[in-house]
């Protein structure tokens, strides 16, 4: 979302706007898409004007302006203070009985000044405090100022809650009536707008203005030159297109012309840079828009107005870098000037430049800059440079107004952590046909605002024109798709009054109109849609659907219901499987993330902070062979053409990093975090243009492994057999567990403290403790953290959906425990395993209790002690019963594993 804030009365001179009531204006364009946050009421009274409740203004909505004590004043006479230096006396005429004496020391009034129009409080007029450290207002009394009686106050916008500027009054214009209430002659409601990328043409009052002129089927005003040449042209191609100067005065070359798709250029010679006039002031404060100068401000002016952006430069400045580069002059004589010559390329590894805030930035070769035979300039469509900004000296100013590639603009504001006004709207596409309309306005108000003169012609670079977008759409095509019947001429209409060129199509024969089916008739006939040159988001016919819709008001589309009854609903056996994986684990204590897709290459270059350790390598494999978790060289994933971010350019291609950086956020706050999240990752086929994607599991553990309480003896961390825990419970209730085995493995983000995980041949995912080296990589605190990776379609597929009840026995169980000696090498879960084949039906439970490695058995072995459940579902067992399964456990240990019974 893009903000923008739009004062009625600038909308005004585009469109008539002000015999609309503010709030159902906002709640129109609302409906239309272009959300307006908020109204701030600059000086009026919204509960007596406009109905507003009382209790929902507040002192953001804005002070209102009192109609018997805010008034437009002249100064009359000034001069100084007899008893303080700094101070001046006026005298001001304000429609009143007689003129007042005021006490003011506003910087921007000098002795002397006469016929100065001024915004006048009279005694008790409500003002907003200037010097106080938050918002608040105060009342204006009389008082006495180093002797003399102040009868009244010329206030700054701050104090009329129009800005924070306090330093100096506001100037009205001189043709400002005197003695008019305030309210009446400068009070103005301000739309804030939140505007998605898809109405960025909307960043500027021209485009709210054709917003509302199509909504309310009013004309657009067209009461500047340039605006007034661009009517009733639709195509790009008929825009017209400027005279080159008769006297060159600027040398352009495009060296990137997919960076930077036109760039014009016009002088304007003579200047006087100085402050700009009030109600130039007035408007760009109303915007949220600082004032500057003259120049600059034009400039801001310019962009607010029509979405274009641009740019002044010191042309002397130019010029006097282009002799110090030693520029051929072009053919011209030894004493006349040398023309700059501007370059549109991309930046040089490791160069630097200062911009406009003072800053120096390091450029990368991706980044488009405007520089000259000397160097660079300005980064384009970002910020100029300091070395060719205009000051107080310039007399000579050349104005840049370009198009550029959006994405490029986007990714170079953000990698230089620079933000602006401009890469707002660059960054969202403008037309390649904006810059010299917009360009001649702005060149025009700096002429009108400084003075000097434009030096006639444009240096106009533009490589690749721009062409027409032409769309074909039926009303077949509208009611399939927005479920309502819109007339043929309504549809047209609409798009006209948008500015969309609109003619019909004749359908003879056995031709079929687009979207019409085999229809006929002039109901079904296609318009021929000419997209207008300004317009760059509308390219199939759905958009022009949208256009439509909006106009007419979503809340006017009819509900309808159903002809026929509900289609069967068929279950979707993978989303409930998930589910219940979801289940489970939720069920065992985890807590479900949902974790970014994009990431960028640091990601896994902390996975890989171990060193000397192998990593997979999926190339050349299918999917079905491929290992888990897929770790893959940082330089081998997925990646994005056109990334929001160099931090999110690629694809994920296992769940771990997101696991990682979750556990390290959550463990700062929390002393136990147990988290899981099901997901997608992104692993690249060889042949193949896109990649795999399947869904993995990921499990991670860390912290206490119970909460603090007052009853707790001891502090046990979370470890290795916790995740494994959560995992063995997961597969024991899908079924899962009697197949699976666990086995040893050198992992990348483990090391040594891993396990793979198999369900009989196939490998299900792995588990293991985090590296300390990756631990700090991913600043997780000092302890253990344990993680797991499964992938989730075999979890899936043992979902059962018809689940079998066992019933629980009636009869008692008998427990014994049972200890052997085995070998070092073999594993717990082998023995396990082949006691519970041993057991049969009458073994139900099998577990570890305790490991022994010491005198009492022989070097190389251990000892294993577990303890046996035994029950029977149809009587109570006898001792004869389970010494009969004892033996048969204990013969098959020694048989197997060549496992000793412990005395």
Same mark, same amino acid.
């Given at each position: 979302m893009t903000a923008i804030k739009v004062p009625l009365s600038w909308l005004n001179d585009f469109v008539d706007v002000f015999d609309l009531d503010p709030v159902e204006l906002a709640?129109?364009?609302?409906?239309?898409?272009?959300?307006?946050?908020?109204?701030?009421?600059?000086?009026?009274?919204?509960?007596?004007?406009?109905?507003?409740?009382?209790?929902?203004?507040?002192?953001?909505?804005?002070?209102?302006?009192?109609?018997?004590?805010?008034?437009?004043?002249?100064?009359?006479?000034?001069?100084?203070?007899?008893? +303080?230096?700094?101070?001046?006396?006026?005298?001001?005429?304000?429609?009143?009985?007689?003129?007042?004496?005021?006490?003011?020391?506003a910087p921007n009034l000098q002795p002397g000044d006469t016929m100065v129009k001024i915004a006048f409080a009279t005694i008790g007029a409500r003002l907003v405090d200037p010097y106080a450290d938050s918002y608040?207002?105060?009342?204006?009394? /009389?008082?006495?100022?180093?002797?003399?009686?102040?009868?009244?106050?010329?206030?700054? +916008?701050? @104090?009329?809650?129009? *800005?924070?500027?306090?330093?100096?009054?506001?100037?009205?214009?001189?043709? $400002?009536?005197?003695?008019?209430?305030?309210?009446?002659?400068?009070?103005? +409601?301000?739309?804030?707008?939140?505007?998605?990328?898809?109405?960025?043409?909307?960043?500027?009052?021209?485009?709210?203005?054709?917003?509302?002129?199509?909504?309310?089927?009013?004309? !657009?005003?067209?009461? #500047?030159?340039?605006?007034?040449?661009?009517?009733?042209?639709?195509?790009?191609?008929?825009?017209?297109?400027? #005279?080159?100067?008769?006297?060159?005065?600027?040398n352009i070359v495009i060296d990137d012309p997919d960076l930077c798709y036109r760039y014009t250029a016009i002088l304007i010679r003579d200047v006087e840079i100085s402050g700009s006039p009030g109600w130039i002031k007035d408007r760009l404060r109303k915007a949220g828009v600082r004032p500057i100068s003259n120049i600059v401000d034009a400039t801001n002016y310019t962009m607010l107005e029509w979405g274009q952006p641009t740019h002044a430069f010191d042309y002397d400045l130019l010029v006097e870098r282009a002799q110090r580069a030693g520029q051929p002059s072009s053919g011209r004589s030894a004493t006349e000037p040398v023309l700059p010559t501007i370059i549109m390329r991309r930046a040089h590894d490791g160069e630097k430049m200062t911009t406009l805030d003072?800053?120096?930035?390091?450029?990368?070769?991706?980044?488009?800059?405007? %520089?000259?035979?000397?160097?660079?300039?300005?980064?384009?469509?970002?910020?100029?440079? !300091? @070395?060719?900004?205009?000051?107080?000296?310039?007399?000579?100013?050349? !104005?840049?107004?370009?198009?550029?590639?959006?994405?490029?603009?986007?990714?170079? %504001?953000?990698?230089?952590?620079?933000? *602006? &006004?401009?890469?707002?709207?660059?960054?969202?596409?403008?037309? /390649? @046909?904006?810059?010299?309309p917009a360009g001649m306005r702005c060149a025009r108000l700096m002429v009108e605002l400084a003075g000097g003169e434009v030096a006639a012609g444009i240096e106009d670079c533009y490589p690749t024109e721009q062409? %027409?977008?032409?769309?074909?759409?039926?009303?077949? &095509?509208?009611?399939?798709?927005?479920?309502?019947?819109?007339?043929?001429?309504?549809?047209?209409?609409?798009?006209?009054?948008?500015?969309?060129?609109?003619? &019909?199509?004749?359908?003879?024969?056995?031709?079929?109109?687009?979207?019409?089916?085999?229809?006929?008739?002039?109901?079904?006939?296609?318009?021929?849609?000419?997209?207008?040159?300004?317009?760059?988001? $509308?390219?199939?016919?759905?958009?022009?659907?949208?256009?439509i819709v909006r106009i007419i008001g979503y809340d006017q589309i009819p509900t309808t219901l159903m002809d026929d009854a509900l289609p069967p609903q068929w279950r979707n056996w993978t989303l409930e499987g998930k589910e219940r994986v979801r289940d489970l684990l939720s069920g065992a204590g985890l807590q479900d993330i949902i974790g970014y897709r994009l990431i960028g290459q640091e990601v896994h270059r902390k996975l890989l902070a171990t060193q000397g350790v192998p990593v997979y390598d999926p190339a050349g494999s299918s999917v079905d062979t491929l290992q888990l978790p897929v770790i893959l060289d940082p330089e081998n994933l997925v990646q994005l053409e056109n990334p929001l971010t160099p931090a999110a350019d690629r694809l994920r291609s296992t769940l771990l990093g997101n696991m990682l950086a979750a556990l390290a956020k959550n463990a700062r706050t929390f002393d136990r975090v147990a988290l899981f999240e099901i997901g997608k990752v992104y692993w690249p086929v060889a042949g193949e243009l896109l990649p795999a994607e399947p869904e993995l599991v990921s499990i991670g553990l860390t912290g206490a492994r119970e909460s603090h309480s007052w009853m707790k003896q001891d502090d046990q961390m979370l470890d290795f057999f916790d995740v494994k825990g959560v995992v063995e419970e997961l597969l024991a209730r899908l079924g899962l567990l009697a197949d699976t085995r666990f086995e040893a493995t050198v992992h990348p983000t483990f090391g040594v403290r891993a396990a793979r995980v198999l369900i009989g041949k196939n490998e299900l995912g792995v588990l293991?403790?985090?590296?300390?080296?990756?631990?700090? $990589?991913?600043?997780?605190?000092?302890?253990?953290?344990?993680? /797991?990776?499964?992938?989730?379609?075999?979890?899936?597929?043992?979902?059962?959906?018809?689940?079998?009840?066992?019933?629980?026995?009636?009869?008692?169980?008998?427990?014994?425990?049972?200890?052997?000696?085995?070998?070092?090498?073999?594993?717990?879960?082998?023995? &396990?395993?082949?006691?519970?084949?041993?057991?049969?039906?009458?073994?139900?439970?099998?577990?570890?209790?305790?490991?022994?490695?010491?005198?009492?058995?022989?070097?190389?072995?251990?000892? !294993?002690?577990?303890?046996?459940?035994?029950?029977?579902?149809?009587?109570?067992?006898?001792?004869?019963?389970?010494?009969?399964?004892?033996?048969?456990?204990?013969?098959?240990?020694?048989?197997?594993?060549? +496992?000793?019974?412990?005395?």
């Open positions: 709640e129109r364009l609302t409906l239309a898409g272009l959300e307006v946050e908020h109204i701030r009421w600059v000086g009026l009274n919204p509960s007596a004007a406009y109905h507003v409740p009382a209790d929902r203004m507040g002192e953001e909505d804005g002070l209102p302006w009192g109609l018997d004590t805010l008034f437009v004043g002249e100064i009359l006479k000034t001069e100084r203070h007899p008893n +303080a230096d700094r101070l001046l006396l006026a005298t001001v005429e304000y429609g009143g009985d007689k003129p007042m004496t005021i006490i003011t020391g608040k207002t105060m009342t204006l009394k /009389a008082g006495k100022i180093r002797g003399i009686q102040s009868e009244g106050m010329a206030c700054s +916008a701050k @104090e009329l809650g129009i *800005s924070e500027e306090h330093e100096g009054i506001i100037i009205l214009p001189p043709n $400002a009536p005197v003695g008019m209430p305030l309210a009446d002659y400068m009070g103005d +409601a301000v739309f804030s707008m939140d505007l998605t990328p898809n109405l960025a043409r909307n960043l500027n009052i021209i485009g709210v203005a054709r917003e509302v002129a199509a909504l309310y089927d009013r004309p !657009l005003k067209r009461p #500047q030159p340039e605006l007034a040449a661009l009517a009733g042209i639709v195509r790009p191609e008929d825009m017209p297109r400027p #005279q080159p100067p008769a006297q060159p005065f600027v003072g800053v120096e930035r390091q450029l990368t070769n991706d980044m488009l800059m405007i %520089s000259d035979t000397l160097g660079t300039v300005a980064v384009g469509g970002v910020m100029g440079g !300091l @070395e060719t900004e205009v000051n107080d000296r310039t007399r000579n100013v050349l !104005l840049e107004a370009a198009s550029f590639d959006f994405i490029n603009n986007r990714r170079t %504001s953000q990698t230089l952590r620079l933000p *602006s &006004e401009a890469t707002a709207r660059f960054s969202k596409g403008i037309s /390649a @046909e904006m810059p010299v062409h %027409s977008v032409v769309i074909d759409l039926t009303p077949a &095509e509208v009611k399939r798709i927005l479920g309502m019947d819109v007339p043929a001429a309504q549809i047209s209409a609409i798009l006209r009054r948008l500015e969309f060129g609109v003619e &019909e199509v004749n359908v003879t024969g056995a031709e079929t109109a687009v979207g019409s089916g085999n229809a006929t008739g002039a109901e079904t006939a296609p318009l021929r849609v000419t997209v207008p040159w300004f317009r760059l988001d $509308a390219t199939i016919p759905a958009d022009l659907l949208e256009e293991g403790e985090v590296h300390p080296a990756v631990r700090r $990589a991913f600043d997780l605190p000092d302890q253990r953290v344990c993680v /797991a990776e499964l992938r989730l379609a075999p979890l899936v597929a043992a979902v059962s959906y018809r689940p079998a009840m066992q019933p629980i026995s009636n009869f008692p169980a008998i427990k014994e425990d049972l200890a052997v000696v085995v070998d070092e090498g073999v594993l717990a879960e082998q023995v &396990e395993g082949m006691i519970r084949q041993s057991g049969g039906s009458l073994l139900r439970e099998v577990r570890l209790f305790d490991i022994y490695r010491g005198k009492q058995v022989a070097a190389g072995k251990k000892s !294993l002690a577990y303890n046996l459940t035994f029950q029977a579902d149809d009587k109570t067992l006898k001792d004869s019963d389970v010494e009969k399964v004892r033996k048969r456990i204990i013969a098959r240990l020694g048989q197997t594993l060549n +496992a000793e019974l412990r005395g």
